[in-house]
């Protein structure tokens, strides 16, 4: 295959270095005879001389990092006139995820999700691709400030934290990374994907311990698809359907008209929507937070979250209508078991 003449930078953020891996392991998949350039944020003078640019960061307080804000305002103009592409390390890599915790509302927090808000700060930018692809967190090897933060959130979380006993936790997927090499090699490269995708995964893939006391554990679990979870703050069941963003969409609002649930858009991407499904149960007015999303890694079925975060004694009818609600989506075989 001749390599394509067009000329790339990928420049990226990284305070711990797994963005750096990412960056390289990209570079390999899109092709080693490709021209792109590798830059960290702070080496790169110009962005004039490329066809394309791809932009990674990790993530700070669910966002890109300042400086990648910074640059993408810096050369706004010329990137505006170019192919764009934007991936994000993060911890939480469930597209499904709503997070909820003191001074912010309910809202999605994970992967791609990361990238909405800059997405929306520079509209003029319409990215070819985005992957929000996961990445590591090594407790013990955090500056002061960032280990403070940490516990800080660890007090904070409802739902736990995964990395809690952890030297490593993962949560890079690779396939996002795969799928994300792949839309720049046929969308901007007008290359065929690669098939042979898996013999780059050392790009990632180290022998470092998930934990250097308690040699069982592991540093990436895959989370399972049909988590569930019943505590005094939260009620929440996810699960998986086949088919795609539109028919799942179409079930909800089926759900919403059967079980008089007024259905409010949050948001709606080309891969996710999130709504508030309001009702009032015994005269108080509730929410459940309902989100359906595909991800890159299962194509052909649509993830889907509900969510409750009312008190175990309020929200007995919101968990009669969640149930409902997968009694609708699950109807017909479109249930998917597994993971
Ligand atoms: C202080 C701090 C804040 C973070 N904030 C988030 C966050 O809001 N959401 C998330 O999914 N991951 C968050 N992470 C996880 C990192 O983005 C993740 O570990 C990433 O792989 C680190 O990239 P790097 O090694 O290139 O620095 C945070 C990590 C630290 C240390």
Redo the contacts with the bound molecule.
């Keep these: 295959m001749n390599p394509s003449t067009k000329k790339g930078l990928l420049v990226y953020d ?7 891996e990412v960056a390289y392991w990209l570079k390999a998949l899109i092709g080693e005879d490709q021209q792109l350039d590798v830059k960290r944020i702070c080496q790169v003078l110009t962005v004039k001389l490329y066809d394309y640019v791809i932009v990674g960061s ?5 966002k890109l990092t300042t400086p990648v804000y910074k640059f993408v305002e810096k050369y706004l103009d010329d990137l505006s006139q170019k192919e764009v592409a934007y991936f994000i ?4 890599t469930d597209e499904t995820m709503i997070l909820k915790y003191a001074g912010k509302p309910a809202h999605l ?2 992967g791609r999700n ?1 990238l909405l808000d800059i997405l929306e700060k520079f509209p003029a930018i319409k990215p070819v691709a985005i992957g929000g692809v ?4 090594a407790p013990p090897i ?1 500056n002061t ?2 280990s403070f ?2 516990w800080i959130l660890e007090k904070m979380s409802i739902e736990g934290l995964p990395w809690e006993g952890y030297d490593i936790w993962e949560s890079v997927i690779p396939e996002r990374v795969e799928t994300f090499a792949n839309e720049i090699r046929e969308k901007i490269l007008s290359l065929p994907p690669r098939q042979d995708v898996e013999k780059y995964r050392g790009y990632w893939n180290s022998l470092q311990p998930a934990s250097l006391s308690d040699q069982s554990k592991v540093k990436f679990t895959p989370k399972p698809y049909t988590e569930q979870q019943s505590t005094k703050r939260e009620f929440y069941k996810r699960s998986r359907i086949k088919g795609n963003l539109d028919g799942a969409i179409s079930l909800l609002k089926t759900w919403g008209k059967q079980e008089g649930l007024d259905l409010k858009e949050q948001k709606r991407t080309i891969y996710n929507i999130y709504f508030h499904a309001v009702k009032t149960y015994n005269g108080k007015e509730l929410t459940i937070h309902a989100v359906a999303s595909t991800l890159p890694e299962d194509p052909g079925n649509v993830h889907i979250s509900l969510r409750s975060f009312d008190k175990p004694d309020k929200r007995k009818g919101a968990e009669e209508d969640i149930a409902r609600a997968e009694a609708i989506l699950w109807a017909e075989g479109r249930k998917v078991e597994g993971r």
Excluded: P, Q, V, W
């Excluded at 990284?14 to 750096?20: A, F, P, R």
């Excluded at 996961?134 to 967190?137: E, K």
């Design positions: 990284t305070i711990y270095g797994s963005t750096t990790n993530t700070r307080n669910e390390n993060c911890g939480k927090a994970s990361f996961g990445g590591r967190h955090l400030k960032d933060f940490m």
